[in-house]
T-cell receptor, first 117, second 114 residues
Framework: GAGVSQSPSNKVTEKGKDVELRCDPI?????LYWYRQSLGQGLEFLIY????????KSGLPSDRFSAERTGGSVSTLTIQRTQQEDSAVYLC???????????????FGPGTRLTVT | AQSVAQPEDQVNVAEGNPLTVKCTYS??????LFWYVQYPNRGLQFLLK??????LVKGSYGFEAEFNKSQTSFHLKKPSALVSDSALYFC????????????FGGGTRVLVKP
């Protein structure tokens, strides 16, 4: 079946502009995650959504970062007033949650490469 | 807090030789452990996981990993490496008590030479 999709694949923006990154999870997956991959910081957790529960925002680096998930499916990560240090690959993942079977692994999308000039 | 260490930035191996990528972890509770592989300009692909049960876990593409609780390790192994195994490998841990987020190691680049 279809995997996790993300758009755009590449985004170049000027410092100070706002950007929106989109993630479409695997159909039926109730959990959705955002991570950031950068040369200096490796892979960092940003935020996690599970069903209708309040999201775990503990990884967001500043209040310029926010995310929402509409209808329990598509998610948008928004970065306001972008800075050069925001340049990274933003990865989205989804998973089933619960049980001892395949519910624990996360499936990743191809990522959005954000470059702030 | 949970953490993962991959002590080798790069591993070089000749095709046909055994491949080992090292990973150690630290969690406060019971760990769930994962290996992912990333090919150039691609997202992360799931290889295998340890949740409970048999300490030797078999995964995709002939990879396996052994969970060692006393050494807090989860090394990835492949008996005979292929050139196509050249990629970036990430070990990750999820502490059940800490929620569902994954904490990743810094990654190990594997280069398999013909």
């Amino acid at each position: 079946g279809a995997g996790v999709s993300q758009s755009p694949s590449n985004k170049v923006t000027e410092k100070g502009k706002d950007v929106e990154l989109r993630c479409d999870p695997i159909s039926g997956h109730t959990a959705l995650y955002w991570y950031r991959q950068s040369l200096g910081q490796g892979l960092e957790f940003l935020i996690y959504f599970q069903g209708n529960s309040a999201p775990d925002k503990s990884g967001l680096p500043s209040d310029r970062f926010s995310a929402e998930r509409t209808g329990g499916s598509v998610s948008t990560l928004t970065i306001q007033r972008t800075q050069q240090e925001d340049s990274a690959v933003y990865l989205c993942a989804s998973s089933l949650v619960g049980g001892r079977g395949p519910g624990y692994e996360q499936y990743f999308g191809p990522g959005t490469r954000l470059t702030v000039t | 807090a949970q953490s993962v260490a991959q002590p080798e930035d790069q591993v070089n191996v000749a095709e046909g030789n055994p491949l080992t990528v090292k990973c150690t972890y630290s969690v406060s509770g019971n760990p769930y452990l994962f290996w992912y592989v990333q090919y150039p300009n691609r997202g992360l692909q799931f290889l295998l996981k340890y949740i409970t049960g048999d300490n030797l876990v078999k995964g995709s593409y002939g990879f396996e990993a052994e969970f060692n609780k006393s050494q807090t390790s989860f090394h990835l192994k492949k008996p005979s490496a292929l050139v196509s195994d050249s990629a970036l490998y990430f070990c990750a841990v999820r502490d059940k008590a800490a929620g569902n987020k994954l904490t990743f190691g810094g990654g190990t680049r594997v280069l398999v030479k013909p």
